[in-house]
């Protein structure tokens, strides 16, 4: 265990402390501001104050873990060995930034709360963060903090066993629309029907007769694929569907069909399944609710994880439903053109809410890399070596990779060719040293 010493324990601290200590490097961490203990403590130990108190390893705070609200903070970003850090420290301290607070920082998504422009959906943009600003969006910085934070710990303590943690994969597939042809509907068939051809979609409105007929599979119905897939490695994938009405932003099969919901099903007998949540849920939370008792009814199983349509977040509204719903884990996080790591880390982490002031329930498992962002690599060896230089990075410090495919991307389309055998590579990257 290690003990850490400091003048006030504040909720911020013991959240940080946590993550970086304990889910990262495995230690379980414990906390004082009593001299007398923390001296008489035998095993690991560091003060987190403004002065050491003799010559234990600390590290000097800075003063957002001990204050509350948001403040105007003064963030210099500067080169540490082959990452950066920000929030310097002093010559009397064992490291020379206080990765705690910039962790914080980084983990809670304070710069969200802060004014910022938005695109067209709402969302918060990669380009608006400070990772982005100053180059380190492709790096999980907090997780590699943590380990310069290992090596003072073992130069002082030889003798002690640090936990070993294994880097794992959890594939996402998301499904915003089951099938592209079929069990739409009559009105939308006939619509999708009538629009091909005023529009001289003659190859659509082809593929479109062949589907309804029975002589073709529906482009988009790739779950058998992707099942064989997961008979055939140890992670599960979990799957979101999207079961909101039809909306101009979500545009699915009817949940009310047979065939919609025994594909749901299916998929549960092999993998997770979770709630995408449709777009309009996000500002109502009766449909969340709605949408959560309808999936749970049709898995027969506590929802457990969720993904927002368009990968959008208000924070902390967005969050703060989750947990009133009791949904344990979110997949939302990300960036939807690029990727990379938006709250700086490879390990899931808890939601901290910057207004109340507490940690949540509710984990968080950003994603770092979902198919769109690496469409704009245009050949697949391109393609290939950005995600083979992103799983690297996450094996570095032994993280969990989360990306995000969609039932499309494994179709026959012409710009997801490659795209399988990209997916395969991300599977096979478990079994590889």
Known sequence: MLLIYTHKITPRLTYVFKHICTRILGIPVKFTTIIEEFIAHDSLKMSYAKQPLSNEIFVRSHELLFSQGLDDLDIQVHDWGPTKCFFSTNDKSSLPYDIFAASFYLLSRYEEYLPHVKDEYGRFLAAESLAFKHDFLNQPVIDIWAYKFKMVLESQYADFKFPEKQYSVQPVIDVPMAYYYKHKGLLRTIGGTLNDIFRLKLKSFYNRFLVQSGFKRDP?????????KQKHTKNKFIFFFLIGDYSTFDKNINVNK?????????VADYSKVGLKASYFSLEDKHILKKEKVKMESIINYELEASRHSFSKLNLPESYRNLVEFEIKKDYTMGYINNIGFRA???????FYDLDYEVQTPLQINTFHCIDYALLKHVSLLDKKEELLRLIKRVKEVNGTFTPIFHNYTFSDEERWNGFRELFTIILDSVDEN
């Open 220 to 228: 988009y119905d790739t779950f058998k694929w992707i099942i064989s």
């Open 258 to 266: 047979k065939r919609f919901v025994s594909l749901i099903k299916s």
């Open 344 to 350: 700086g880390t490879c390990t899931p982490f808890q």
